[in-house]
């Protein structure tokens, strides 16, 4: 039972365009939502993250978008440029007992091109 | 300031060997998780450390165990090692206590099992 759904393995941009990565989840307890990006050979690096309470969070040219009826979140990065080419999950987290576990997507490809 | 450090970084095994990875946290962490990343697949939770207990777990067998030490480090190990426990093993930390806090991943540990 995936709680955390990335329904596009992979997505190409051309460099310059926006990107946008979308993330549709099932559990209504969530209360935060993160995204990570991740190069081969590298751990998860934090991205941007959303709280349920909130519809948009914006960090320079990243922008995470939470719709929280249709229980869908999107990543927005405008402008893309090639160093964004990488895999982009999307996490999930509830407090449960006092501690944060984060229900991972599958992730997305991200290829920028020049 | 180091982040989050895991070793070894590549490691083989035979089936039905054991095995032990390590992970120290960013400083000033109080709490370690553990995460199981196959291949064309999200993290998935393993557990999670915090005061030298584990105070949540995911859905993975006994063989499966983890320790804490006074000093925030982390010990995964792995019991009767299966062909399918080839995975890429992240260790991610964080602040415990109340509210939401960013977790930080290391660069995980590769292991193969043949």
């Known amino acids: 039972d995936q709680q955390v759904k990335q329904n596009s393995p992979s997505l190409s941009v051309q460099e310059g365009r926006i990107s946008i990565l979308n993330c549709d989840y099932t559990?209504?307890?969530?209360?935060?939502f993160l995204w990570y990006k991740k190069y081969p050979a590298e751990g998860p690096t934090f991205l941007i993250s959303?709280?349920?309470?909130?519809d948009k969070n914006e960090d320079g040219r990243f922008t995470v978008f939470l719709n929280k009826s249709a229980k869908h979140l999107s990543l927005h990065i405008v402008p893309s440029q090639p160093g964004d080419s990488a895999v982009y999950f999307c996490?999930?987290?509830?407090?449960?007992?006092?501690?944060?576990?984060?229900?991972f997507g599958k992730g997305t490809k991200l290829t920028v091109n020049p | 300031d180091a982040g989050v450090t895991q070793s070894p970084t590549h490691l083989i095994k035979t089936r039905g060997q054991q095995v032990t990875l390590r992970c120290s946290p960013k400083?000033?962490?109080?709490?370690v998780s553990w995460y199981q990343q196959a291949l064309g697949q999200g993290p998935q939770f393993i557990f999670q450390?915090?005061?030298?207990?584990?105070?949540q777990r995911g859905n993975f067998p006994d063989r499966f165990s983890g320790h804490q030490f006074p000093n925030y480090s982390s010990e995964l190990n792995v019991n009767a090692l299966l062909l399918g426990d080839s995975a890429l093993y992240l260790c991610?930390?964080?602040?415990?206590?109340?509210?939401?806090?960013?977790?930080?991943f290391g660069e995980g540990s590769w292991l193969t099992v043949v």
């Open positions: 991610a930390s964080s602040l415990g206590g109340p509210g939401v806090n960013t977790i930080y």
């Open positions: 559990n209504s307890m969530f209360d935060y």
């Open positions: 959303i709280s349920s309470i909130k």
């Open positions: 996490a999930a987290s509830f407090t449960q007992g006092g501690s944060e576990k984060l229900v």
């Open positions: 400083s000033g962490h109080d709490t």
């Open positions: 450390y915090y005061e030298e207990e584990e105070r």
